[in-house]
């Protein structure tokens, strides 16, 4: 018996310090909890880190209550293509962290129903040799450290 009420206050204490906390209520955290299509990029296929190599229009970003995103290739598609994935704002910032790194995106403009985001990050997959289009991808990748990828969003829900 005296085992039995260890095993039940153990579970009683990791389960209450599990509670999730709720983001701030402020107004941006109001328009960019949601889901989110891309409706157009200036470069495509972009990257979600760490495991969104190749996503464009119609992916969805979603963002929930207590800082945890979700990202989808399609609009149609069912399982996230990105792991556990935190996120807040900072000053301009959509700071996103995984694990151990993390990165953010530039919020461009943020409203209840658009959403701009930008980026510095260039594609892993341009880097990967490819010599039939070795010149093209030369030029992108020199384009994209020069200017970075523009994204823009309209919220779903």
Known sequence: MKYLYIS?????????????KE?????????LIGQWTVTASDFSP????????KLG??????????????VYDHQN??????QDQ???IKEDKLVI???DFGFDYKIVSLSSNKMILHTDHVPTY??????TNEDQVSSDIAQLQDKGITIQLTKVQ
């Open 126 to 131: 341009l880097f990967e040799n490819d010599p």
């Open 46 to 53: 972009f990257e979600h880190l760490s495991y969104c190599n």
């Open 8 to 20: 039940f206050a153990i579970l009683f204490i990791s389960c209450s310090n599990g509670a999730k």
């Open 23 to 31: 983001l701030p209520e402020t107004e941006e955290y109001t328009n």
């Open 86 to 88: 935190k996120y807040w």
């Open 57 to 70: 229009v119609d992916s969805v970003f979603d963002f929930d209550k207590y800082g945890m995103m979700k």
């Open 97 to 99: 962290f995984e694990d």
């Open 77 to 82: 598609t069912k399982q996230a293509c990105n």
